[in-house]
Nanobody, 125 residues
Framework: QVQLVESGGGLVQAGGSLRLACTTS????????VGWFRQAPGKERRFVAA????????YYTDSVRGRFTISRDNAENTVYLQMNSLKPEDTAVYYC??????????????????WGQGTQVTVSS
């Protein structure tokens, strides 16, 4: 398992942008696929995006495709989630998680083994 720390959340107006970062001090970060999930108040945690270990495959949920971009910099042990054209319905706590490439493909949180503490994203209308 790896320890993950999210950053970059905040308050933004609809149509604005934020970039989330997921970092770790682990030297084996490039051995993990990374996913982003979000949980809105009173709702279940939902898959947002994922990237495989080599960044050869990217996965997005339909509601963010074309607006969000996931990327990684293995030299910096960081995965980013660039969020553009934000909408009020994007408001949630965003979590990053580490797992296998299969976990990324399956887009299911229960297959990811390590989780960060989350960062709040609030989009005002």
């Amino acid at each position: 398992q790896v320890q993950l720390v999210e950053s970059g959340g905040g308050l933004v107006q609809a149509g604005g942008s934020l970039r989330l970062a997921c970092t770790t001090s682990s030297r084996t970060f490039d051995a993990y696929a990374v996913g982003w999930f979000r949980q809105a108040p009173g709702k279940e945690r939902r898959f947002v995006a994922a990237i495989t270990r080599s960044a050869s495959m990217l996965y997005y949920t339909d509601s963010v495709r074309g607006r969000f971009t996931i990327s990684r910099d293995n030299a910096e042990n960081t995965v980013y989630l660039q969020m553009n054209s934000l909408k009020p319905e994007d408001t949630a706590v965003y979590y990053c998680a580490a797992g296998s490439d299969l976990a990324a493909q399956w887009r299911d949180g229960k297959f990811f083994t390590s989780w960060g503490q989350g960062t709040q994203v609030t989009v005002s209308s």
